[in-house]
């Protein structure tokens, strides 16, 4: 028997999840209804939904999904079809059971392996658009800052994509062993030794063709500005935000800037005009075999214990890189 409500999670104060039990949504023509089983916490919770103050109904969270469709309208998405989907731009919080799913904004699972494993390509599928938008990265010398789920993605792609030098950045040890594991050529730890002498040792005085900030500070970004060649590139993934607050502003050191002359690409391939093929394209490669993001996962929880996972993620302690939330 199809239940009549579900349980929804939303931040309700700095920290803190509150549980509400709401109708399950109706479907309109065209879209899918999807039941809930994966739901993989994500740096960007953390910098925005996880800190918002309180409001009534609460700050929705959560958009790494994936489920399986149990109604459908849609001719493309039949029922049993798994799917990794993204919130509509109307509720963008998918801490919850039950989910309208709408066919652009979904991408279709193979039947087999584990779901936890595939969820993680909605992440990757991001930093696979982002790549898309660099150029050729065969024979570059990249410069990867954080090495969380994202900055470890960079690195897996850009070692599988021929890059010469895959240089990865961050202060946890525990991360620059993944780093190692995934493909970089090199790992710095900014706090051990200094950053810019190691990149200069590295890429033999050149500095790096390519810097991606995947950390989301305003040191990292300038580090970013300063460790890239003359004319090289910088890619701008990582956000540098207070709380939920979109006009934050950020101090740029402009002498780099102005040194090093980058071309500076800023990537979000959510708010691109199409936020899911490059999610599609991922899936594909894994089933491929090319490369399986699942290898980030190090913590799973069931659903109810939200909370907790989110705590661990924002902790960054125990080793935590990637956290999935399993159905109960
Ligand atoms: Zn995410």
Redo the contacts with the bound molecule.
């Keep these: 028997m199809m239940p009549k409500t579900m349980s929804v999670m939303r931040t309700v104060a700095p920290h803190k999840l509150g549980v509400f039990e709401e109708k399950i949504p109706e479907i309109k023509n065209n879209q899918c209804l999807i039941r809930l089983e994966r739901w ?1 916490v ?4 953390i910098k925005s939904g996880w800190d918002h103050k309180k409001n009534t109904r609460g700050y929705p969270i959560c ?2 999904l994936a489920g399986t469709i149990i109604e459908t309208k849609s001719e493309k998405f039949k029922i049993g079809q798994r799917v990794i989907a993204l919130p509509s731009p109307v509720d963008i919080g998918g801490l919850c059971e039950f989910m309208v799913g709408i066919p652009e904004y979904m991408a279709k699972i193979p039947n087999e392996g584990d779901l936890s494993s595939w969820v993680t390509c ?2 990757a599928g ?1 930093v696979l658009y982002s790549c898309q938008q660099i150029g050729t990265i065969i024979g570059k010398k990249v410069l990867i800052l954080g090495q969380g ?2 900055g470890l993605s960079f690195a897996a792609i850009f070692a599988r994509s021929g890059a010469s030098q895959i240089i990865c950045s961050d202060p946890i040890e525990e991360r620059l062993r993944f780093s190692k594991n995934v493909g970089a050529t090199h790992v710095i730890n900014p706090i051990k030794t200094s950053i810019d002498d190691s990149v200069a040792e590295i890429t033999n005085g050149a500095m790096a063709d390519i810097v991606i900030e995947a950390a989301g500070y305003e040191q990292t970004l300038n580090d970013a500005f300063r460790l890239v060649k003359q004319y090289g590139k910088v890619i701008i993934f990582g956000m540098v935000r207070d709380g939920n607050n979109p006009s934050t502003l950020t101090s740029i050191a402009t002498h780099y800037l102005l040194q090093n002359c980058p071309t500076i690409i800023p990537t979000v391939g ?1 708010r691109s005009a199409d936020p899911i093929s490059h999610i599609q394209a991922m899936i594909d490669l894994k089933e491929r075999g090319w490369w399986d993001p699942g290898e980030l996962i190090t913590h799973q929880l069931p659903f109810s214990k939200a909370q907790q996972a989110y705590e661990m993620y924002a902790s960054r302690k125990d080793g935590v890189v990637k956290i999935v939330l399993h159905d109960d």
Excluded: A, N, V
């Excluded at 994500?42 to 919770?45: E, K, N, Q, T």
């Design positions: 993989s994500c740096g960007s919770d958009h790494e909605q992440p991001t789920g994202i959510g």
